[in-house]
């Protein structure tokens, strides 16, 4: 048996030599490996250096590194991962959250009171981190999640029961076709594909196990943004707001397209590195 620290740094090491990663994400994927495999909170770690890791565990973190080794990446191996603070599942039928899609949810937080009664869609949902997040947050609005693919609904109605959530509802949808034409959203956001299929990115081995169409999207990324916001009036209410995540090399035709289809009150919102990651537009000026 050997302690922690000890697994902490032969972890880092392997990851290091087997999947080029730097320093510090070596050093947070072998926390992340450690949380897991002991089903401990980061705190736990910080006063536990020397405790001593069992057999069962040691063997559960080889089996953890074995898949990491072949690029799987940590989200699927765990089938769980990390949204605002909460835990979600996950399998490869679902995007991984990214912590820069937490941005939206800071922005409804910063718009919004936690007591108004919203109706809000979040369109392709994926896992439905985005849609039960704000369910949690926003007890009095009703949630609706929708997503293209019937196994992404799946992940994302696990993740429904599991979190309890009632004022929430999935409907399986290509964008808006499958809504009535009488349905209006008071706020509707979206992280839709944005990956042009000539990016480089898409050489990434870890970025292969995800499903491609909730990436990739034609017109060089665009399509579905713009498909977006083209149809988005019809199922906005009069001061309904339109909030979408994209690249941060987007920001200025996603811009131009929102004033070339009368949007008014167009806003870009940055990210921690200051890159415009989210334009948001409404219908009337408010
Ligand atoms: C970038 S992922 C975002 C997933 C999730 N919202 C998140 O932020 O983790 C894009 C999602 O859009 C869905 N999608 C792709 N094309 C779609 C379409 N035509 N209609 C509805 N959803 C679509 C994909 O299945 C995928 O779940």
Redesign the pocket.
Known sequence: MSSVSFHKKRIEECLRENIQINEREAQIEAENILKFALKKSSSFFISNQKTNIDKIQEELISSILKKRIKREPLAYIFNEWD?YGETFYLDKN?????QD?EL?IDLVLKRYDKGSKLNIL??????????ITLSKLYPNSMITI????SK?LNVANKNIKNHNVTNIRSLE???F?SFKEKELFDLI??????ISKDDDHLNNLELGYE?S???V?SKNGFA?IF?IIDTSPRFLNSEGLLMI?HGHTQGNRVKNYFQQKSFNNIKQHRDINQKIRVTSASKIKI
């Open positions: 949204f679902s995007l991984i959250p990214r899609t939206l979040d369109l392709g949902t994926g896992s439905g981190v985005i849609g929708s997503d293209i693919s992404a949808s290509d964008w076709d956001l979206t992280n839709p594909p944005y499903p169409n909730a990436l999207a579905d498909k995540e």
